[in-house]
């Protein structure tokens, strides 16, 4: 008998658990302790099925900021403010890192978060060490800085004022135009080339992105903040990501026009990329809003990543190949050109670096 598909769930991108079977993990059928046991019972009384509600988890790390040694990636320290994102990008390449805690990468990384109050805290114990050398901290590498949770937290923002204190460059990616909230301290590191701030643009159509990304702010917003950004005289990047094709491809033109009017300073774009239960929970999610053309992106998708869902090694996972690969590149260079806008590199300032007061004060003067 077919799998009869059931109505996209409200507000969520995941429309189901992805169930984490790596690490030695025990399988579960559904999504968490908890949701087994409200949806028995509201199976048992007719009840209508359990709206999912955001859960945050406090938790005290030792340390904040996690260094790697990628060789194709352009930073080697990151913070992460949180663990999980509301926001429910159903393409999140990040979904994975929740079955290190036994939760779902599905409807656990939007709905169960962590948060870690004391960031601000370790990162000033951190520069002020006498041995640290700074290099750009990267934020928003594998969740969102100024995801909803951030307007109580505030998290981000204690962060950025340690950074600013000890003139310690950051990059900031975002899919949310919350980060105008922090505009003041944006723009003061800016005036000391401290910062630069990327925001994703994945399309054009608000309904598009109600289902793709679901608790993140409108295409509309996200432009909005890069202009307010540019404005401001904060370096800004508009990334185009990811290109989903027969999905989010169409808009790309028109993503760098409007970019370009904005007078943002760099562009770029991004393949999807679906690692580990990402891969699954997007099918999904394609039975369930585009059940019609699912076969055509798959196959799509397969063909720029030599055949398969995703290409996990270095130097080629962001740059797809074959015939879609290039006929996306083309088009974006074309659009680029006729736009005058192109990417830049922004060269951050380490040298005006200076080790933090301990204490958790910041300096007067």
Known sequence: MERRLDPAISGRGAQSAAVPTRFGLATREVDGDWRDHMEALAAEEGAPPVKLRTHVTEERPKTILSFNQSPDIFFDRSINAYRGCEHGCVYCFARPTHAYHDLSPGLDFETQLFAKPNAAGLLRETLAKPRYQPKP????????????????????????????????????????????????????????????????????????????????????????????????????????????????????????????????????????????????????????????????????????RDGRDNDPDFFTRLNPTGVWADLFRSRFRVACKRAGIGKAKFELDCTRFRRPEVGGQLRLL
Request: with cysteine; charged share 25%; proline share 8%.
């Open 137 to 304: 901290i990267a934020m928003g590498t594998n969740t969102d800085p100024y995801q909803p949770i951030e307007s109580r937290y505030r998290i981000t923002r204690a962060v950025l004022e340690v950074c600013l204190d000890a003139r310690h460059p950051v990059t900031i990616t975002t899919k949310s135009d919350r980060v105008l909230a922090d505009i003041d301290l944006i723009a003061e590191m800016a005036r000391h080339q401290l910062v630069a701030v990327a925001i994703s643009v994945t399309s054009l159509d608000p309904r598009l992105s109600a289902k793709l990304e679901p608790r993140a702010a409108s295409p509309a917003k996200r432009l909005a903040a890069l202009g307010k950004l540019a404005e401001a005289g904060v370096p800004t990047h508009c990334s185009i990501a990811p290109v989903i094709p027969a999905i989010t491809d169409e808009f790309m033109e028109d993503i760098v026009e409007r970019a370009a009017a904005l007078e943002v300073a760099s562009i770029g774009w991004i393949p999807l990329r679906l690692p580990h239960e990402v891969a699954p929970l997007f099918r999904e999610w394609l039975a369930v809003h585009f059940p019609e053309r699912g076969d055509k992106v798959m196959s799509i998708v397969r063909s720029i």
